[in-house]
């Protein structure tokens, strides 16, 4: 069992920054394939930004060249750093980590969320 806790969310105006933290409790973090997914109101989650264990990153259109994954596996520690933020950015982040050897549909763990809210 992994447990996730996300921090950094908050309201910001449009252009501006924020970064998320995600801290996960597991000696392995290392190990695992780490994600952001985003959920606005009446809409379904998708996947913003995923980072696989050898580093590989990838992201949805959206966000390119706009926000930036990373890790601090010292720290078991996932980011987010998200730049010129649009009021469509709006939505709760959550942080996800699955294990590379768990079924593909395996959902994996989930934090709890941060709310992230652009104002206009």
């Known amino acids: 069992q992994v447990q996730l806790v996300e921090s950094g969310g908050g309201l910001v105006q449009a252009g501006g920054s924020l970064r998320l933290s995600c801290v996960a409790s597991t000696r392995i973090f290392s190990l695992y394939h780490m994600g952001w997914h985003r959920q606005a109101p009446g809409k379904q989650r998708e996947l913003v930004a995923r980072?696989?264990?050898?580093?590989?990153?990838n992201y949805v259109d959206s966000v390119k060249g706009r926000f930036t994954i990373s890790r601090d596996n010292a720290k078991n520690t996932l980011y987010l750093q998200m730049n010129d933020l649009r009021p469509e950015d709006t939505a709760v982040y959550f942080c996800?980590?699955?294990?590379?050897?768990?079924?593909?549909?395996?959902?994996?763990?989930w934090g709890q969320g941060t709310q992230v809210t652009v104002s206009s």
């Open positions: 996800n980590a699955k294990h590379p050897l768990a079924p593909s549909e395996s959902p994996g763990y």
């Open positions: 980072i696989l264990s050898g580093g590989s990153t």
